[in-house]
Nanobody, 126 residues
Framework: QAQLVESGGGLVQAGGSLRLSCAASGRTFSSYGMGWFRRAPGKEREFVAAINWTGGSTYYADSVKGRFTISRDNAKNMVYLQMNSLKPEDTAVYYC???????????????????WGQGTQVTVSS
């Protein structure tokens, strides 16, 4: 059974950094586009970052561009989100997702994703 498990969340002060990891198991996702999404309290789920299946193309929400970096290690079946210069408004549950179709380029549309992790909480204090 395919599974995505996020880790690396926690409490950090504004201006700090965190690195989220997403471990895939049950199948290989090396040929799938991957993404990170987040849901803040009382808000809709929103796109954060995506990466195509080769790792050669990345996409970011304007709110995180220049501060967050998505990467992947296909040999380890892992995806990462490096978050720098964190702000209180980055506080949310962060979800890792894999696209439903192989050889996909990464997408900001959550409906393009067929696999989701349980999420990891990120809290940024001011």
């Amino acid at each position: 059974q395919a599974q995505l498990v996020e880790s690396g969340g926690g409490l950090v002060q504004a201006g700090g950094s965190l690195r989220l990891s997403c471990a895939a198991s049950g199948r290989t996702f090396s040929s799938y586009g991957m993404g990170w999404f987040r849901r803040a309290p009382g808000k809709e789920r929103e796109f954060v970052a995506a990466i195509n299946w080769t790792g050669g193309s990345t996409y970011y929400a304007d709110s995180v561009k220049g501060r967050f970096t998505i990467s992947r290690d296909n040999a380890k079946n892992m995806v990462y989100l490096q978050m720098n210069s964190l702000k209180p408004e980055d506080t949310a549950v962060y979800y890792c997702a894999a696209q439903a179709r192989p050889y996909s380029r990464g997408s900001p549309d959550p409906y393009d994703y067929g696999y989701w992790g349980q999420g990891t909480q990120v809290t940024v204090s001011s």
